[in-house]
């Protein structure tokens, strides 16, 4: 199998970052850029769902967690039919 050049333009600081990452992992960039693509290429998809990659601030942090809590029952909430029946509530 003959090899092939790929370049890509990242930011400096992302650069920087992966490097420490991925020495850390104990590989280098363009190893993990190979795993990436070979693990892309097997499973026909990206090998990570990107929306997961996303971290709430700490405000929706505490939201998604109070849902879960709710969910789970461990707090209740309140819940109206209608907005009607929560403008009553408030006493509007």
């Given at each position: 199998m003959s090899a092939t050049l790929l370049q890509v333009r990242v930011d400096e600081d992302v650069k920087q970052a992966a490097d420490e990452l991925f020495a850390g992992l104990g590989m280098d960039t363009a190893t993990a850029v190979r795993l990436f693509l070979a693990e892309s290429v097997r499973a026909q998809r990206l090998p990570f769902d990107p929306a997961s990659r996303e971290t709430p601030n700490r405000v929706t942090g505490a939201a998604l967690g109070e849902a879960d809590q709710i969910a789970s029952g461990d707090i209740h909430a309140q819940s109206y039919r209608s907005f009607k029946d929560y403008?009553?509530?408030?006493?509007m």
């Open positions: 403008r009553a509530a408030l006493g």
